[in-house]
């Protein structure tokens, strides 16, 4: 009898627990202080290796469509010299490349030893699966000494914080994210603020007051306060500064010192 | 076998999703390579395969984004369920319809998002933000998305020729 019944409502059950599954996770996740589900570095286990083997073939066919094939249209005369200079115009790009590539990590060495502070190195392998949130995956994890709540920086300057850390990947939240609040001050006038993202390219500087001195081209560095990132790192430049009539506090964007969308290799600072 | 192949298309689908589709963005907006999977799944399997399929491609999108987890559970289930009980009773094939319930599915889905964020975030986006990119979003899932399906019921036709034959 109640089977039937259950049968003849077979969508409103669905349905129902549908609703309850979706809402009981949500309230899960806003309520976690830290750590991963299983579920969620199964996922991240499963697909970081997958994603860094399409990432490092993306980069290496846009290397080859940037320079290979220009070099092939500006040689058609001789095939034998076209063939013998792509191969060679090719090697001399890849070696370029690397050239960059150890450059860009020369300079995090750098940095690193400039703050004198444990990090570690990590290429970024992936960007977020939604179109909603600002995030990158990296390929370090707990395996490496990463964990949740470690400042993620580039030595143009602050990247974002490490949310999520699974065995070899970690998920970053960038500073670009509406979740991001970063405690921070003018480089100059030492005026505090909080750097928060607005979800685009730019992020909005909080809570300075209007009798505050503030301009376009102002630098804004962490003021280590807060527990996640260091004293003095760079957060970003000030864009632009409207400062209503009746308001108590300014309204500053920030442009980001990093740029979030060329971003290749980053610096994990460790505790 | 054949949840093996659906298992190995399910990773590079988000690999690709995580990898590649940024370079494909239209104002920073990327078309959801998850959802178009989902209405795919939806429409070509059996009603509890389908609605599965959703409810796995959701909890996956969840893990693998820093977003409130459960948000595309909730929407590609729904998604999935909806369009597994539409699919008795309405045309679902060619690429004009598939491009209406894209459409559908791409606000609902959008929609889901940013009511749940509203109701759980402390710093919600901004409505103007969020109805900046999604009408991008909305009308570059459904372009793309019935190519996609296109190519994905020929895969699906492929593989479960092969495997009969086999």
Redesign the interface.
């Known amino acids: 009898m109640w089977k039937r019944r259950l049968k003849g409502r077979k ?1 409103t059950v ?2 129902i627990l ?2 309850l ?10 309520k976690r202080s830290d750590g991963a ?1 299983f ?2 570095t ?3 286990w ?2 970081s290796p ?2 860094s ?3 490092s073939t ?1 980069d290496s066919i846009e290397e080859v469509y940037d320079h290979y094939f220009l070099l092939v249209d500006a040689s058609k005369e001789n095939v034998q010299l076209k063939n013998q200079l792509n191969t060679l115009a090719r090697e001399k790009h890849l070696l370029q490349e690397e050239v960059r590539r150890l450059t860009r990590i020369g300079r995090l060495n750098e940095y690193q030893t400039l703050k004198s502070g444990k990090s570690v190195v990590a290429t970024v ?11 990158v ?1 990296i390929d370090k994890g707990t395996d490496d000494g990463v964990h949740e709540n470690l400042a993620v920086i580039t030595d143009a300057g602050v990247v974002g914080h490490v ?2 850390a699974g065995l070899n990947s970690s ?1 970053v ?1 960038l500073l670009a ?3 991001s609040a970063v405690d921070t001050l003018f480089r100059k006038s030492r005026v505090p603020g909080v750097v ?1 993202g ?4 730019t992020c909005e500087m909080k809570y300075v007051p209007v009798t505050a001195e503030v301009k376009a081209g102002d630098w804004v560095l962490s003021s280590g306060l807060g527990g996640v990132f260091p004293k003095g790192l760079v957060v970003g430049r000030v864009l632009s500064v409207i400062q209503s009539k009746q308001g108590l506090f300014q309204e500053i964007q920030i442009a980001p010192g990093a740029d979030f ?1 060329r971003l290749e290799e980053v610096l994990v600072l460790l505790p | 076998m054949p949840g093996l192949i659906l298992f190995a298309y399910g990773i590079i689908l988000f690999s690709v999703q995580t990898s590649l589709m940024d370079k494909l963005a239209i104002s920073g907006v990327m078309p959801d390579l998850a959802l178009i999977a989902t209405v795919f799944c939806a429409i070509t399997l059996s009603a509890g395969r389908g609605f599965a399929a959703g409810c796995v491609i959701g909890l996956a999108q969840d893990c693998l984004s820093g977003g409130l987890l459960g948000v595309n559970t909730l929407s590609k289930s729904l998604i999935a369920h909806t369009f597994c009980q539409l699919k008795g009773k309405i045309l679902v094939e060619g690429v004009v319809p598939l491009f209406v319930f894209l459409l559908i599915a791409s606000i609902f889905d959008s929609l889901v998002f940013y009511g749940s964020t509203l109701l759980l975030f402390q710093n919600p986006p901004s409505l103007e933000s969020f109805l900046s990119s999604m009408p991008i979003y909305v009308v570059y899932n459904a372009i793309v998305g019935p190519f996609l399906i296109l190519f994905f019921n020929r895969n699906f036709q492929w593989w479960s020729r092969k495997l009969q034959s086999s």
């Open positions: 969508n669905i349905l549908i609703f599954v979706g809402f009981t996770l949500m309230t899960a996740d806003s589900y579920f969620e199964f996922f991240l499963v697909v997958i994603q083997v399409f990432t993306l392998v992936g960007k977020d699966a939604t179109q909603w949130v600002k995030t995956f949310i999520q998920k939240l994210d509406r979740r928060v607005l979800g685009t390219d969308s």
